[in-house]
């Protein structure tokens, strides 16, 4: 029950924790169904706070990687080095009119942010963050990640339509083109490394890296991941759904207030789970020297949000076509090829 | 090898597709493929007949359908009938090809005569090892078609006597009618036993088991298919037409096998005709009669190739008539054998001619033999193997049909059979003297006549030394052929003064023939035939033919034809049309009531259907005690 | 933890049985489409219910990510459809009488007939991916290969239907 | 069990109603989806319950799975043409399907 306990073993201590509140409620007389209900609950919450506070982390995170890209230095009013910034911005957009158009759907309109948003956060649930720390180790934990993932673009999809506005339709046609086309090659790549585990479940595919990286297995895969997830994610150099200079903002572009906040949570909650899939399937998940497991997912989680942010502000956007032909025609193939290479060097 | 005796049949159907598929446009490789094939078949032939001749024999077969106790089979059905058939059929396609290489040489159909020809060879080897009756009536209708197909070769040229196409239909139609009555023979066995197999019909046919009456009834239409196919009296109308065709056609299809396919199908069924004695009488004397007929004919024809083509039919009813005479398979086996070497070398001859000469009408021709020494020679030694001059082959087969006769009692065609021979070797060498000795007519001085080229005369050669030979096996010293045919029978037993005084008497028939056509023919060439001048009269009864066709023409088509084609179109318009006409009234009017249910609207077809599957849901869970088995 | 399973079972059914009547009653089109995508959710967690857990998530993802896709991309490129005026259904009483008839002589059945079989509702193991590939890569290839054959031939059909014809104006995607 | 096997009945009668009533052909695509899923539901339980052990079942869906996903593919493709060329998707105006 120490903290050092938490830290390095959390599996026994979430274990502890888990025996202690079932017998205290035993003595209690509550049912343990009940205390499980409970629990689900506790954990749910805390998930999710983590999930607000970390995307809050991450949009103040971009603006000051962007200004410092930029050679200026993003926010700095609120708090020190303007980190604070994010709850401005939430308090801000608490407060706006949530503006509905005239000839909208109001019932998708409204729908859609929400059940993006919670299609995003549903990938986390089968993330592995430390031994023992994941809320359901599916065995087909890998396919719930693109499930959830394929619904929220579903929603970015209906959002767009159903903002009857020409931009956001486009913008909607478009996520759902790319997210098509990015997801094949995602999985394609994602189910080498499947192979090497020999299982679905993340938590044992992270355990099977145990040693040794799979990126060093399975360097092509990764690179492909990384490009795939870009798409899915809707990332620069890949964010055509939002591209401020065709798209004003693309799906969002009549969104505001809280719904807004929701799109754009989601957008950095997709980008997070993104990152800590990578760290899963590629970097070994929580394995590390040293530092407590929950650390070390979170280091090498950030330093692949930092590249991604790196990216963003690099690279040019590439055009519709060239993103669709490069999906098909470039990525797909060559994850079919890892695929099958992967495939044969086990089988020998 | 017996058990790839299949590959024989197979073989050149695998040359048809490849010509067909493949090389159609390159005419020197469909001939090789053609040849090659039918080269393998021939020494897979060869190979089958050594092994039965070592005793081995065998019927493969595969169940094709089976219609409740009926059962339909393909097979191969290996025995020496069927041995010798592969090897004679075999060996002739395939110099009858070699052949063609040359005679066809740059004629735009040269792929496709190739493909018809191979595709015949496979017709006719599957005929020839079929084990049951529906197979070779499938190859029987097949090598008709080949017939149609190859008479009608050369579709777009105006023809000798009449159109290529026309002559083809003629044959087609002719052979019809005795296929009519072949079907319904078959059906009519099947009727009475529920199978089809040739060695299951037969075993029940010796046993006694059918019918008497019944077999003689079937024996004779199965017959009627013979006499269309062999060109016996009344269907013998089609084969000098069938001359329409190319040479090298006429010598494989209509001289060697096809047209002897009757006389196999008679062999081959000779347990039959066996069991009902009588149908063997009508093959006796329709075969006599033939071969008098066509000979007769053959005097005065002034184209030589329909000359050979009566001559053709003549022989086909020799063999009929051999069979006809000693129930047995024997010395018609060995004629159609013998008949089939020198009769296509006569054929292959004759085209060597007209391939050079570029006709086929005798009046124009003469004095080649200077010019085409080894078509000249071959043709004599043709000539001399049909008129039956020993040792040539053609004499012991002949001789043992005659001496079949007489010792069956049958002096009448044992006489008839002499005189055939001396108007054979009459008329063979009427057109040898005409066309090799002598001059040239006058107005053909100024063609110049060479001859032909090596693919043509190597066959020729070949076939030369086999119409010498082949005859050898089977003299009435020592019968080979009778022995590996038919082993348990008992074989001429030895030489009889009669035999020896009949072979003297034919020997010296045949040269008569030959002095006579000498006498007449050899020292000058005439542009009018002797007879004309002498007896106009028996002329125009034998170059019109006996007028038999004059009287289908006149009479049976206008009159009988036509009239039953009346009485079919009555029967048809009135009864089946009256009857198919009510089940649609009755069909109809069903359709009109249900035709509200359709109204194109999916639907409501939906709803039907779905409704339908509901109450069929409701019955089952209400009305019937449907347990669910878990 | 059989509350739980009883809960989500009957929270489930509410939600997937309300799902599917709206998509059947409701005039909107598009609405459709999202009680669609949440209908098939619901069928996917009836599939997680029953321990078939890949197939859950293979319904998600085919149904709800790429079929309900597929609808709304349909819906969108129809121009001119049908607004929510006009009424959207017909022959109802007849439809609600078979389908009535079909429920209760289904329901029937299954009370009645059924009542007992098989095993008690309850929890076994879930089946691991791996039985699963056994049996259809090895009893089942042949389907395996045809159901492949299929698609392919569904995914060329309905490019070649879809296909803009030569000179036919743009009504297509993009 | 039995409360899955009704479950799917329910659906599948659903999905049947959608069928036979929408007049829209989308609709009525809908509604086959439903009864797909119905019938999916009731294999997956008589899976579960029968024969656990075996994938059978579940395979069984699969191909469900594979095949309803090319049907509608393909039955979507038909529909744009349809509109295309007919001006409408409404089930009832197009008769054509009769002699």
């Known amino acids: 029950m120490s903290l050092w306990q938490l830290l390095y073993e959390p599996d026994r201590w979430a274990d502890e924790i888990n025996k202690l509140i079932t017998n205290w409620g035993l003595q209690l007389g509550i049912p343990v169904f009940i205390t499980q209900l409970f629990l689900m609950i506790v954990v749910a919450v805390i998930l999710l706070s983590f999930i607000l506070l970390n995307v809050a982390f991450l949009t103040w995170l971009e603006r000051k990687v ?83 993932g394929g619904v929220s673009s579903f929603f970015v999809f209906t959002a767009g339509w159903s903002s009857n506005n020409k931009y956001s339709l486009l913008a909607g046609m478009r996520t759902i083109a790319q997210v098509i086309s990015y997801e094949i090659p995602m999985i394609l790549a994602a189910l080498g490394v499947a192979l090497f585990a020999g299982s679905l479940n993340l938590v044992e595919i992270v355990e099977a890296q145990k040693g040794l990286w799979n990126i060093v297995v399975q360097p092509l895969g990764f690179l492909l991941f990384l490009t795939a997830a870009l798409g899915e994610t809707h990332r620069a150099p890949f964010d055509l759904l939002e591209a401020e200079q065709e798209l004003v903002a693309g799906y969002m572009t009549e969104y505001s207030g809280m719904r807004f906040a929701l799109f754009y949570l989601g957008e ?81 | 090898m017996v058990p790839y005796a299949w590959l024989i049949t197979a073989m050149p159907f695998i040359a048809f597709l490849i010509i067909i598929g493949v090389t159609y446009r390159r005419p020197l490789a469909s001939a090789l493929v053609a040849i090659t094939c039918t080269a393998v078949s021939l020494m897979v032939s060869l190979s089958v007949l050594v092994a039965v001749i070592g005793g081995q024999t065998a019927e493969l077969s595969l169940k094709w359908a089976e219609i409740s106790s009926f059962k339909l089979e393909l097979g191969v059905l290996v025995d020496p009938m069927s041995a010798v058939m592969f090897v004679v059929v075999s060996t002739i396609t395939l110099l009858v090809q070699i052949y063609s290489i040359g005679y066809m040489h740059g004629d735009p159909g040269f792929s496709r005569f190739f493909s018809f020809l191979s595709l015949f060879a496979f017709s006719m080897l599957g005929l020839v090892s079929a084990n049951n009756f529906l197979q070779i009536f499938m190859f029987w209708e097949l090598v008709g078609l080949c017939s149609y197909l190859l008479i009608g070769f050369w579709y777009d040229q105006p023809g000798v006597a009449l159109p290529p196409p026309a002559a083809g239909m003629r044959a087609f139609i002719v052979t019809r009618i005795g296929d009519v009555g072949f079907l319904i023979g078959i059906l009519l066995l099947a009727s009475a036993i529920p199978t089809l197999n040739f060695n299951e019909i037969f075993a029940a046919a010796e046993a ?57 199908l008679v062999a081959r069924t000779m347990a039959i005709f066996a069991a009902g004695p009588d149908s063997l009488l009508v093959v006796a004397y329709i075969g006599g009669f033939t071969a008098f007929l066509a000979a007769s004919i053959g005097l005065v024809m002034t184209d030589f190739k329909r000359v050979i083509a009566y001559s053709t039919i003549s022989q086909l009813g020799y063999m009929m008539m051999a069979l006809g005479v000693s129930g047995a398979v024997t010395a018609g086996m060995f004629h159609l054998t013998t008949h089939a070497f020198f009769k296509a070398l006569l054929f292959l001859a004759i085209g060597s001619v007209i391939h050079a000469a570029h006709s086929q009408e005798m009046r124009d021709l003469g004095g080649l033999g200077k010019d085409m020494k080894i078509t000249s020679l071959t043709f004599l030694v043709g000539s001399l193997a049909l008129a039956g001059i020993p040792p040539f082959s053609g004499f012991w087969s002949k001789d043992e049909i005659v001496h079949a006769a007489f010792a069956s009692g049958k002096v009448g065609l044992g006489f008839l ?180 249910f359709q ?32 | 933890m059989d509350v739980l399973y009883n809960l989500s079972f009957w929270l489930l059914a509410i939600i997937t049985v309300g799902s599917a009547l709206m998509v059947v009653t409701l005039k909107n089109l598009s609405r459709a489409v999202i009680f669609l995508v949440i209908f098939f959710l619901g069928v996917g967690g009836f599939y997680f219910l029953m321990q078939a857990k890949f197939l859950a998530l293979i319904q998600v993802v085919i149904y709800a990510g790429a079929v309900a896709v597929i609808f709304a991309f349909v819906i969108m490129l129809t121009p001119g459809l049908p607004g929510t005026k006009i009424r959207q259904s017909l022959n109802q009483g007849v439809a609600l009488i078979i389908t009535g008839l079909f429920l209760g002589s289904m329901s029937l059945l299954i009370y009645k007939q059924l009542a007992g079989a098989g095993k008690a509702a309850g929890i076994e193991k879930s089946l691991s991916l791996k039985d699963l590939g056994q049996v259809l890569f090895t009893d089942y290839l042949l389907p395996f290969e045809l159901v492949s054959f299929v698609l392919l031939v569904a995914l060329v059909g309905a490019v070649l239907l879809t296909a803009r014809e030569r000179g036919e104006g743009n009504g297509g995607l993009e | 069990m039995n409360n899955f096997l009704v479950l799917g009945a329910l659906i599948f009668a659903i999905g049947a109603y959608g069928v036979l009533t929408r007049r829209n052909v989308v609709f009525i695509f809908m509604g086959l989806e439903i009864m797909f899923s119905g019938v999916g539901i009731t294999l997956a339980a008589f899976a579960q319950h029968i024969q656990p052990a075996s994938a059978l079942g579940q395979i069984f869906i699969l191909f469900i799975l594979t095949v309803a996903a090319a049907e509608t593919a393909l039955g979507l493709a038909i529909f744009l043409r349809l509109a295309k060329t007919h001006g409408t998707v409404q089930a009832d105006k197009i008769n054509e399907l009769k002699g």
């Open chain 2, 208 to 264: 006694g088991k059918l019918n008497t009456t019944l077999l003689t009834i079937a024996a004779v239409l199965i017959f009627t298919g013979a006499v269309g196919k062999s060109a016996q009296f009344p269907l013998h109308v089609w084969l000098p037409d069938a001359m329409e065709g190319p040479t090298p056609v006429s010598a494989l299809i209509h001289a060697a096998t096809m047209v002897a396919a009757g006389v196999y």
């Open chain 1, 66 to 148: 962007a200004g410092h890209i930029q050679v200026r230095h993003g926010p700095m009013r609120t708090g020190p080095h303007g980190i604070l910034q994010p709850v401005a911005d939430g308090i801000k957009l608490l407060f706006k009119e949530s503006i509905t158009l005239p000839f909208v759907d109001n019932f998708i309109y409204t729908l859609s942010p929400a059940m993006m948003f919670t299609a995003a956060m549903l990938t986390y649930i089968v993330l592995p963050f430390a031994p023992g720390w994941v809320v359901a180790p599916l065995d087909y934990g890998l396919i719930f990640v693109f499930a959830a």
């Open chain 1, 268 to 348: 950095y909650t997709h980008m997070f789970a993104a990152a800590a899939l990578m760290t899963t399937l590629y970097l070994g998940g929580w394995q590390g020297p040293y530092l407590p497991p929950v650390v070390w997912f979170l280091l090498k989680a950030y330093a692949l949000v930092l590249l991604i942010m790196w990216f963003r502000w690099t690279y040019p956007r590439i055009r519709i076509d060239h993103l669709m032909n490069f999906s098909w025609k470039f990525i797909l193939p060559l994850a079919l090829i890892n695929l099958g290479v992967t495939a044969l060097v086990l089988v020998w």
């Open chain 2, 599 to 630: 109204t194109g609207y999916l639907q409501f077809y939906a709803l039907i259907f779905f409704a339908v599957v509901v109450i069929a849901a409701v019955y089952l869970t209400l009305f019937t005690g449907l347990s669910a088995g878990i």
């Open chain 2, 417 to 596: 059979g002499l005189i055939v021979a001396f108007m054979t070797s009459f008329y063979i060498f009427r057109v040898y003297f005409a066309t090799f000795w002598g001059e040239r007519p006058a107005h053909q001085h100024g063609h110049h006549v060479h001859e032909s080229p090596p693919t043509m005369t190597v066959p020729l050669i070949i076939l030369a030394v086999l119409a010498v030979v082949v005859g050898w096996v089977g003299t009435p010293w020592a019968n080979y052929f009778a022995a590996f045919l038919s082993p348990g029978e008992h074989h001429g037993g030895g030489v009889e003064g009669f035999t020896v005084m009949l072979m003297l008497v034919s020997t010296l028939i045949a040269l008569a023939g030959i002095l006579l056509a000498w006498a007449i023919y050899g020292r000058r060439h005439y542009d009018i035939e002797p007879l004309a001048e002498k007896s106009p009269g028996l002329y125009a009864f034998l170059s019109k033919k006996w007028f038999i066709e004059n009287f289908y023409y006149g009479v049976i088509v206008p009159y009988g034809a036509v009239g039953l084609a009346r009485l079919c179109a009555w029967f048809d318009r009135a009864i089946i049309d009256g009857l198919v006409n009510g089940i649609a009234g009755v069909v109809g009017g069903i359709g009109v009531s249900l035709r509200r």
